[in-house]
Structure formats: C-alpha cells, structure tokens
C-alpha cells in the first residue's frame, strides 16, 4: 500500500499532503521494463517540493553484481531467481552508466534538484522543509506511468490498453 506524505514548508506554513503512489517504470527500446527510484526533492525551477529520480549509484551495484555472482558458485538461492537478479542487476548498471541525464524533477523535467530526507528538518533556499511520511493510504497503486531511459515521459503504451479502450478506438475509426 502506498503511503502519504505530509510536507511542511515554512517560512510559508503551507502544509500539504501527498498521495502519489510510485507507481513509476522506465521503459527501455528492447522492451524491458524497470521499476523507478522515486523521492521527494527540491526543485529549484519549480521552487517547490516535487518528485524527483534517484539513479543507485556504480558502486553499490557493483557490489550487488559481486555478491550475487557469489552466491550463483554457491549456490544459496534456487540457481533461477538468482540468475535473473544478476542480469537485472548488470542490465541496470549498464543504462546508469550510460545515462546522459541526470536525476530529474519529474514534474519539470530540471536536473536542478536537491532529495529531501524523511523526519529531517532541510534548509534549502530560504525554506525549512520537513517531510513526514504518516498515514498508510489505502487506495491503489493507480495506473503505470513510463519513464524514458533518460527521465522523460513516455505517452502510453497503446499495446497496454484494455479491450474496452480498444474497441472504443475501434468504434471511433469505423463511424
Ligand atoms: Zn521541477
């Protein structure tokens, strides 16, 4: 379940609540679809909290690619699952390697962003900013939305929509 967020900017006092759910992927031209690293940033074209990327740093996946690869001689997991993390794994690494882009707003696309910490109060350009992440939400996940490799939108995939859209598609053509 999605959790909310409450925000609290001062000096404005403004306090608001944030109920989007993370529900976002990047979609690759081979087809390959991976979960993205969300989190609340500062944007500093949209002077405002917003939603921001976060691209997992070389290292640390060169260290998942060391242990996994490990544990594969090992044998620890069923061999399967982990054969299919490795590659994930070496497949992320190789697009954040040759990212262009840095993270971005995902709001504006700006690569002017600074990510805001949970419970901890921030001091950035003029504004105490402090994020608290409260209720559990207990709505869904709402739909997909796709990333490009490089942060951008992506319009839907027409090959995802359900038989009724596509029957509507249909209907509209044909009249
Ligand atoms: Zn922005």
């Not at 054969?83 to 070496?90: E, G, P």
């Not at 921030?122 to 996940?141: F, M, P, T, Y």
Request: proline fraction near 6%.
């Amino acid at each position: 379940m999605p959790a909310a967020n409450d925000i609290h900017i001062r000096p404005s006092g403004k306090t608001r609540r944030d109920f989007d759910p993370p529900n976002i992927y990047y979609r690759f031209e081979d087809g390959l679809v991976m979960r993205a690293i969300t989190a609340f940033v500062w944007c500093s074209d949209c002077q405002d909290v917003t939603k921001g990327e976060v691209l997992e740093v070389l290292e640390e996946l060169d260290a998942l690619i060391d242990r996994y690869s490990r544990m594969l001689q090992q044998s620890r997991l069923p061999e399967l699952r982990l054969r299919d993390l490795l590659s994930q794994t070496i497949q992320k690494r190789r697009w954040i390697q040759d990212r262009v882009s840095a993270p971005k707003c995902l709001q504006c696309g700006s690569t002017v962003i600074q990510v805001i910490p949970l419970f901890k109060e921030v001091e950035v350009e003029g504004n105490a900013i402090l994020i608290c992440s409260s209720v559990i939400w207990s709505g869904d996940w709402g739909e997909r939305r796709y990333l490009s490799p490089e942060g951008d939108w992506l319009k839907p995939d027409p090959s995802e929509d359900d038989n009724e859209s596509q029957a509507k598609k249909w209907w509209q053509f044909w009249r």
